[in-house]
């Protein structure tokens, strides 16, 4: 599909109108010790249906360990946030940049624990290719996760944070999509006109770091693996 539908588009043009306010209204703006960085929220379509690309993070990482989470990272001296986005997704999961089209870009978000500046940049995958775990140091597995179990009511919760304030999050299968990344795939299925009523009152923890696990074992319901 050489076209984004309706709701990426809808997603994209949104996003122009957003200010780090309507992301986050829990965190202060980036100081200026934090370091650029970027992450790519990449939408695709299959003949599954309408996907979103994530990362699983290797089990044994300091930071986030096992979590879910967009492909990207810190920034390179002069780069824009597209180039770092792509770059990372390339050195991160083999994505083949040539395929993408950048659609636009979120307004930075600061991660005090990380002290990074994150920009998400949204994007579509016009021209499909091979992605997998190129640098297990940092990914444990790459997923394209269905739109329709994001949106679905019965895969909503909150998860209460271990700083102690409450977030959206996303049970897919034995996962749990929260923290920042959940943030902003919530925003973005609103932004979209996709997202449904669900119950806010169902409540999780913060799940705890996982096990280091074999890579690629297909846990979540509908969910599949890129590899």
Known sequence: MSRPPDWVRDIAEAARRL?????????????????DSAVLVLFAQSSAG???????????????????????GGADADE?????????????????????????????????PSNFAV?????????????GVVDPVEVADVLR???????DPRHRVTVRHPMGYR?????????????????VVDTLLDLGGLAEP??????????????????GADRARGRRSAR
Do not use: K, N, Y
């Not at 050195?91 to 659609?103: A, F, N, R, T, Y």
């Not at 920009?119 to 992605?131: D, G, K, N, Q």
């Open 19 to 35: 200010g780090a306010e309507d992301l986050s209204r829990s965190l202060p703006p980036p100081p200026a010790s934090a370091r």
């Open 50 to 72: 309408a996907e979103l690309v994530l990362i699983e993070r290797a089990h044994d990482m300091r930071s986030h360990p096992g979590q879910l989470a967009f492909p990207g």
């Open 80 to 112: 824009t946030a597209a180039q770092t986005a792509l770059r990372e997704a390339e050195e991160e999961i083999g994505l083949d940049p040539v395929g993408v089209d950048v659609l636009g870009e979120l307004p930075a978000l600061w991660l005090p």
């Open 119 to 131: 920009t998400c940049v949204l994007a579509w995958w016009r021209e499909e290719s091979p992605v």
């Open 145 to 151: 996760v269905p739109i329709d179990e994001l949106v």
């Open 167 to 183: 977030g959206p999050g996303f049970v897919l299968g034995d996962l749990v999509l929260w923290g920042f990344t959940a943030s």
């Open 198 to 215: 669900w119950d806010p009152a169902r409540t999780l923890s913060a799940p705890e770091p996982a096990p280091v696990s074999a890579p």
